[in-house]
């Protein structure tokens, strides 16, 4: 035979709404941490990694910078710039690419990042022109919201 439960007293009543509130406190600062803090840290591991891989392209950009200076043009100041791929262990890889202008092009795939530095010479000297994508995750200096 199969007997109904007895009927909750209040004590028992109040015990099960607070069990059910905390229950409910632990739901929602699962799904805050999920919508709210994870997206954050993502997009601090973006804004990082764009740092990286604007910083990864100094070299080049110096290399580039002396060609342009002694030649007077920017045509061929990127001919032989070879920059080696690197494995940050935060980051993930990072490659650049430079053309035979001196434009420098650099991807991070683990972060969906891309960046592009375009020389420009203006009374002998080399100015920079930094454009990535996305754009949230870029510093002003590359195009980036401030």
Same mark, same amino acid.
């Given at each position: ?26 739901? *929602?600062?699962?799904? *805050? ?40 043009? *920017? ?37 969906? *990042? ?33």
């Amino acid at each position: 035979m199969v007997s109904s439960p007895a009927p909750l007293d209040s004590g028992g009543r109040e015990k099960m709404r607070i069990a059910l509130l905390a229950v409910a406190g632990i739901a *929602l600062a699962g799904f *805050l941490i999920v919508a709210v803090v994870m997206p954050q840290l993502a997009a601090t591991e973006a804004r990082d990694a764009a740092q990286a891989l604007i910083a990864g392209a100094e070299q080049a950009k110096q290399q580039v910078d002396a060609a342009a200076a002694k030649s007077g043009k *920017l045509d061929g100041a990127g001919a032989g710039v070879k920059v080696a791929a690197r494995t940050d262990p935060k980051h993930g890889e990072m490659k650049w690419v430079v053309s035979d202008n001196g434009a420098i092009r650099g991807w991070n795939e683990q972060n969906a *990042l891309e960046i592009t530095m375009t020389p420009i010479l203006q009374g002998g000297k080399t100015g920079w022109n930094c454009r990535g994508y996305p754009v949230s995750a870029m510093p002003p200096s590359c195009g980036g919201r401030s």
